[in-house]
């Protein structure tokens, strides 16, 4: 540990050379303009907002809704609830929360997950990838994954999903989930992670999708 002389020195020194300049190219704001409002989330609170910038495009996300802008003008592309956008082409039960976007630079994808729990207590992850870097041009990849499983707390029951987070490198996407008690007033049980085999949603063939689910305590 530093002494307090040391440190006091230190100090010092640090006031007598100063702060950096700051840089001539910092940047600025050069447009903005207004999302989805509070009315546009069903009424959640939080809203839970996530947005993800692509080359031409910006993807919104809310609680129960999605939408997707110009990059260049912010004028509004499309916007539908996700419910809908996922019940095109999977079976949807109740409800959607915990809405994530995000835009894969190396693959040149958007990807969108969000949270399912049904009235049975079943759980799920509901994932979609962009055909292309413009998402005008549609998601055929939309996978639905069970998640409620057994506790790993001898204390709790069975666990439902909370509070999703993704990644991604050149070989996968991976989302960490909290996997809640059910019945211990929503204590943490576990994390779950799901590994996704980006080849198998690049390719625009629902039927090859391949993942891995990890699970690690608490």
Same mark, same amino acid.
């Given at each position: !540990?530093?002494? !307090?002389?040391?440190?006091?020195?230190?100090?010092?020194?640090?006031?007598m050379v100063g702060l950096p300049a700051r840089p001539?190219?910092?940047?600025?704001?050069?447009?903005?303009?207004?999302? !989805?409002?509070?009315?546009?989330?069903?009424?959640?609170?939080?809203?839970?907002?996530?947005?993800?910038?692509?080359?031409?495009?910006?993807?919104?996300?809310?609680?129960?809704?999605?939408?997707?802008?110009?990059?260049?003008?912010?004028? *509004?592309?499309?916007?539908?609830?996700?419910?809908?956008?996922?019940?095109?082409?999977?079976?949807? *039960?109740? *409800?959607?929360?915990?809405?994530?976007?995000?835009?894969?630079?190396?693959?040149?994808?958007?990807?969108?997950?969000?949270?399912?729990?049904?009235?049975?207590?079943?759980?799920?992850?509901?994932?979609?990838v962009s055909n292309t870097s413009n998402p005008l041009?549609?998601?055929?990849?939309?996978?639905?994954?069970?998640? &409620?499983?057994?506790?790993?707390?001898?204390?709790?029951?069975?666990?439902?999903? &909370?509070?999703?987070?993704?990644?991604?490198?050149? &070989?996968?996407?991976?989302?960490?989930?909290? !996997?809640?008690?059910?019945?211990?007033?929503?204590?943490?049980?576990?994390?779950?992670?799901?590994?996704?085999?980006?080849?198998?949603?690049? &390719?625009?063939?629902?039927?090859?999708?391949?993942?891995?689910?990890?699970?690690?305590?608490?």
């Amino acid at each position: !540990m530093y002494s !307090m002389k040391r440190l006091t020195a230190w100090l010092l020194l640090a006031m007598m050379v100063g702060l950096p300049a700051r840089p001539s190219n910092a940047a600025s704001v050069a447009t903005s303009f207004g999302g !989805m409002t509070f009315a546009d989330s069903g009424g959640s609170y939080p809203p839970d907002t996530h947005v993800a910038v692509g080359p031409s495009h910006i993807v919104e996300v809310i609680n129960h809704t999605i939408a997707f802008y110009s990059k260049a003008t912010g004028n *509004g592309l499309f916007q539908q609830d996700l419910p809908t956008f996922f019940e095109n082409d999977l079976p949807h *039960g109740p *409800g959607g929360f915990d809405p994530s976007v995000t835009y894969d630079e190396l693959a040149g994808r958007f990807v969108i997950i969000i949270l399912q729990v049904t009235s049975n207590n079943e759980g799920y992850l509901l994932y979609a990838v962009s055909n292309t870097s413009n998402p005008l041009d549609g998601f055929t990849e939309k996978h639905r994954i069970r998640l &409620d499983e057994p506790a790993k707390n001898s204390l709790n029951t069975t666990v439902e999903p &909370d509070f999703p987070r993704i990644g991604w490198n050149a &070989d996968a996407h991976v989302v960490a989930i909290t !996997m809640n008690a059910v019945n211990n007033a929503e204590a943490c049980d576990h994390v779950s992670i799901i590994v996704i085999d980006k080849s198998t949603v690049l &390719d625009a063939d629902p039927t090859t999708f391949s993942f891995h689910h990890i699970d690690r305590s608490s």
